[in-house]
């Protein structure tokens, strides 16, 4: 699948450490939490966030230190780095409200750019959605972080954020530096299906304005408004716009700069600043006019289709969407006037489409769990779905190719494992093979008789004890057991 990324820069300035004494804890509204990787105590930043270690939910990877000292943002100062293996993918278990939707915000900073060591290149995923390539280069050699955003509709309890080893990339080990995770509130976005599909930004834009992006706390879900400067058209304004008015909830402060055609003529931009894929994509703009005094009355085109027509502003805002809109290279953003003053924009967010891609059978997924908590010593890569997306499975784990996917083998042998086997292995109906050979269990051979399709059973070499069960010879397809 084609990578709907976007890469976005941090600026990587050297700063004075602001007294952490003076900066007051600060929560998001919602679920929301902050993870700064390989950190072994919270932090409070200068924008009073607080930034949990990671420790609590992840088991792989090791922490490690950047020498860089005095990073603007002290949650990059630590990261955590997980052991490459071809096809293994590392993940957080992030707990979340069930069937809300979650912007996750990782930020990667391998530190100063050597030839040598060029930073790795290596996969995100979603619970087993393959989301994009993680690749820094350009931005390492910049001397910046690079940062990825999604939106992602949780389906259970815990939504799994994971990095994948394609060996088609580097050969070096993944790593991250921090990860956001922000429940929205339920408008925001909501006339995509987070069910089908989830959002990769592309631009999120605060047009005329040339100073920071726009953050928390003027954003209550910490989006970051990239300015996007035209020296010739830019006006600014004070706005009494509330948030709240609109279900994406842009923050007030976007609203107080714009960019303005000149008189009679259109107001035509490039944006956003990048070439897209040919592919469907989120739009959304924002406008709010400078004064209550004040009409215009425009039409919206995106390249040359009209995308809204005799769009009237008002100084109380609003915006305007498609859900499904499809672009292909740059991208031209034309406002015509109709009537009134000349057309203005104040505020733009592009978002890819992509799919959720398939997972485990349910059935398969709880028993699994169930085999992994009754062992000890297991493979630091059995988090996140087992099966999904194809080809980043579970050590030893092999399923079918259908999307919503069945384990048909399972091949622990000479792992190390100890602990017992547990039953539940049992509900796993589509297995053909299992081997815990040459490992170290112990207990009783569970009852497998509801395994109707089991060929090869090797259970030899361990401290298994108890009499193997009879319920074996009932299972007519098995013919190799040792
Ligand atoms: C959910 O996440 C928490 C924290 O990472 C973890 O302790 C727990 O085991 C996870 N539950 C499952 C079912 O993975
Ligand atoms: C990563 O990006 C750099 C610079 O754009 C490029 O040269 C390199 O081929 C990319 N690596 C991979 C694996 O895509
Ligand atoms: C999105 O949220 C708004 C505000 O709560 C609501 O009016 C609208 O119907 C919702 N749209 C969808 C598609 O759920
Ligand atoms: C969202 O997508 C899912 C899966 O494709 C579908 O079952 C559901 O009906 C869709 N919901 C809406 C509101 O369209
Ligand atoms: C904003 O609201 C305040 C009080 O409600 C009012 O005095 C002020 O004129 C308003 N400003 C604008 C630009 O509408
Ligand atoms: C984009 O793809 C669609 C079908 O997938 C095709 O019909 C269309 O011509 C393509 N547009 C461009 C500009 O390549
Ligand atoms: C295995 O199946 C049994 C019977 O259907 C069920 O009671 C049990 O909860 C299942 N185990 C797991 C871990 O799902
Ligand atoms: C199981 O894995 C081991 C080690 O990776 C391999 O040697 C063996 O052939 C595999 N067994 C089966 C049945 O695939
Ligand atoms: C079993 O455990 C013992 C120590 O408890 C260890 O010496 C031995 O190597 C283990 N055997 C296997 C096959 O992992
Ligand atoms: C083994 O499991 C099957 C299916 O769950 C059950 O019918 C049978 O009674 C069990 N046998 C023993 C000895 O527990
Ligand atoms: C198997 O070993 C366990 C301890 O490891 C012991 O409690 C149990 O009684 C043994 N069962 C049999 C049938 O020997």
């Known amino acids: 699948m084609p990578a709907l990324l976007l890469r976005l820069l941090l600026s ?74 071809p096809a293994a993918k590392f993940c957080y278990e992030l707990p979340v409200d069930r069937n809300r939707r979650y912007l996750l915000r990782p930020t990667f900073f391998y530190g100063a750019y050597s030839p040598d060591s060029p930073p790795p290149v290596f996969d995100m995923i979603v619970d087993g959605t393959f989301w994009t390539a993680v690749n820094t280069t350009d931005d390492s050699l ?55 599909s989830a959002m990769g930004l592309i631009a999120r834009t605060k047009f005329g304005s040339a100073g920071d992006a726009e953050k928390y706390p003027d954003d209550i879900f910490d989006r970051y408004w990239q300015p996007f400067l035209d020296s010739k058209h830019a006006v600014s304004s004070t706005h009494n716009v509330t948030s709240a008015d609109f279900w994406n909830f842009p923050p007030p402060g976007v609203f107080n700069t714009a960019l303005v055609a000149e008189q009679e003529s259109p107001l035509v931009l490039q944006w956003p600043p990048v070439p897209l894929q040919n592919d469907s994509y989120y739009v959304a703009l924002y406008f709010a006019d400078t004064s209550p005094e004040n009409s215009r009355t425009f039409n919206v085109y995106i390249n040359d289709y009209r995308f809204y027509d005799g769009l009237t502003v008002t100084s109380a805002g609003l915006s305007v969407f498609a859900t499904q809109w499809i672009l292909s290279g740059l ?49 630091d890569d059995w988090n996140g779905d087992p099966c999904m997306p194809h080809g980043y499975a ?55 008789s509801k395994l109707r399709s089991l060929q090869r059973l090797h259970l030899q070499d361990n401290k298994l004890n108890g009499t193997v069960p009879q319920t074996l010879g009932t299972i007519t397809t098995l013919h190799e057991l040792f």
């Not at 930034?51 to 792989?60: C, E, F, I, N, T």
């Open 142 to 196: 910049a001397g910046s972080a690079s940062y990825y955003e999604g939106v992602f509709g949780a389906s259970g309890r815990n939504m799994s954020f994971c990095l994948g080893v394609n060996p088609d990339y580097t050969d070096s080990d993944p790593f991250i530096n921090a990860l956001q995770v922000i429940q929205l509130h339920d408008s925001v976005y909501n006339a995509t299906n987070f069910t089908s």
């Open 12 to 85: 990587l300035l050297l700063v004075a450490a602001a007294p952490l004494a003076a900066a007051r804890s600060r929560q998001f509204r919602g679920y929301s939490y902050l993870l700064d990787c390989g950190a072994a105590a919270s932090t409070i930043d200068r924008r009073g966030l607080i930034w949990l270690p990671d420790g609590r939910y992840v088991s792989a990877g090791v922490s490690s230190e950047l020498p860089e000292q005095g990073l603007l943002d002290p949650a990059l100062a630590t990261l955590r780095i997980f052991p490459r293996r």
């Open 331 to 379: 991208t031209r953003l034309i406002l015509t006037p109709v009537s009134g003053l000349p057309p203005l924009i104040n505020a733009g967010e592009v978002f890819g489409l992509f799919p959720r891609g398939g997972y485990t059978v349910p059935r398969d997924a709880r028993a699994l769990e169930s085999i992994k908590r009754s062992l000890q010593n297991i493979p």
């Open 394 to 448: 579970w050590t030893g784990v092999t399923c079918d190719d259908s999307s919503i996917a069945n384990v048909i083998s399972l091949n622990f042998s000479s792992m190390g494992l100890s602990g017992y086997l547990s039953s539940d292995i049992a509900n796993m109906t589509s297995l053909t093979d299992i081997s815990f050979a040459n490992n170290n269990l112990s207990g009783p051979i569970p009852n497998l």
